[in-house]
């Protein structure tokens, strides 16, 4: 098994913590975004690692890392980082976003899910949404599980909770028959997007697609996306609010709550 770590943001929102490092090397209590992730991955005995770069790669240099780079970083968004690396899309592979960390049991439980295509949600979002965000509703998006636990819907913008069963965090898994659906899935839609409407999300180009508007595009084309469900455990670091916030949390002795630093 391998992961692939989606590492090329500029993260503008974290400036200026990030007019001279990358998103991933922003530092969150005494180590940064990436090392935090790394020692996560190898204490789930995942000794695969790529990470694939956007933004001041050379500032990203860690030892047995293999490593790939989106040179169209500032132009593009997710799936065109993910495909970057087209060539490590192969037998089971775990990708993950470069602005998160996470317990090593919800890390171990993707390890764990057989599922073809497998999907990390939290369940405990709320709480949580309402930590960083005024309005959680202005952030938080469309994720809807059936009764067998089958994502029906993901990434669309709500006006209510209703929508919203649980929410993504940038975890996931593809492997056997899902990993080539992937691969051939991306391709197909990539060569339907030339007649200049993009399938996976018709608002925006292609290649800015998010990996929510690939993983609802899989959805309604009739593939089944397992969501592996989740209570907290994690921690997204998108903008100085939430850099701010943690801080505050850790302070008061309240990040707990979210994340356990020691597992």
Same mark, same amino acid.
């Given at each position: 098994?391998?992961?692939?770590?989606?590492?090329?943001? *500029?993260? @503008?929102?974290?400036?200026?913590? @990030?007019?001279?490092?990358?998103?991933?090397?922003?530092?969150?209590?005494?180590?940064?975004?990436?090392?935090?992730?790394?020692?996560?991955?190898?204490?789930?005995?995942?000794?695969? %690692?790529?990470?694939?770069?956007?933004?001041?790669?050379? !500032? %990203?240099? +860690?030892?047995?890392?293999?490593?790939?780079?989106?040179?169209?970083?500032?132009?593009?968004?997710?799936?065109? @980082?993910? &495909?970057?690396?087209?060539?490590?899309?192969? #037998?089971?592979?775990?990708?993950?976003?470069?602005?998160? %960390?996470?317990?090593?049991?919800?890390?171990?439980?993707?390890?764990?899910?057989?599922? =073809?295509?497998?999907? $990390?949600?939290? #369940?405990?979002?709320?709480?949580?949404?309402?930590?960083? &965000?005024?309005?959680?509703?202005?952030?938080?998006?469309?994720?809807?599980? #059936?009764?067998?636990?089958?994502?029906?819907?993901?990434?669309?913008?709500?006006?209510? &909770?209703?929508?919203?069963?649980?929410?993504?965090?940038?975890?996931? !898994? &593809?492997?056997?028959?899902?990993?080539?659906?992937?691969?051939?899935?991306?391709?197909?839609?990539?060569?339907?997007?030339?007649?200049?409407?993009?399938?996976?999300?018709?608002?925006?180009?292609?290649?800015?697609?998010?990996?929510? =508007? /690939?993983?609802?595009?899989? $959805?309604?084309?009739?593939?089944?996306?397992?969501?592996?469900?989740?209570?907290?455990?994690?921690?997204?670091? =998108?903008?100085?609010?939430?850099?701010? @916030?943690? !801080?505050?949390?850790? /302070? *008061?002795?309240?990040?707990?709550? +979210?994340?356990?630093?020691?597992?």
């Amino acid at each position: 098994m391998k992961i692939i770590i989606l590492a090329a943001g *500029e993260g @503008t929102r974290l400036r200026p913590l @990030t007019l001279k490092n990358p998103k991933c090397l922003v530092n969150l209590f005494g180590k940064s975004i990436l090392e935090w992730q790394l020692e996560t991955i190898r204490n789930c005995q995942i000794n695969q %690692i790529v990470i694939v770069t956007g933004f001041l790669n050379k !500032k %990203i240099n +860690f030892s047995d890392i293999k490593y790939y780079h989106n040179p169209n970083y500032s132009k593009t968004n997710m799936v065109e @980082t993910l &495909f970057s690396a087209k060539e490590e899309l192969n #037998d089971s592979v775990i990708i993950s976003y470069g602005d998160i %960390i996470y317990e090593k049991k919800v890390l171990q439980s993707l390890v764990n899910s057989q599922e =073809d295509i497998s999907v $990390i949600v939290d #369940d405990n979002w709320k709480e949580y949404w309402e930590t960083r &965000f005024t309005n959680p509703l202005d952030d938080a998006e469309s994720l809807i599980i #059936d009764k067998d636990g089958f994502i029906t819907d993901i990434g669309q913008k709500v006006t209510s &909770f209703n929508k919203i069963c649980a929410q993504f965090i940038g975890l996931m !898994k &593809f492997q056997g028959a899902g990993i080539e659906f992937l691969n051939d899935f991306y391709e197909s839609k990539k060569n339907a997007a030339k007649n200049g409407t993009n399938p996976l999300n018709p608002s925006i180009p292609f290649e800015k697609s998010y990996m929510t =508007d /690939l993983l609802d595009s899989m $959805i309604k084309s009739g593939k089944k996306i397992k969501a592996v469900n989740i209570k907290n455990g994690w921690l997204e670091l =998108d903008s100085m609010n939430d850099y701010e @916030t943690y !801080k505050k949390l850790q /302070l *008061e002795g309240k990040l707990s709550k +979210f994340i356990n630093l020691e597992k």
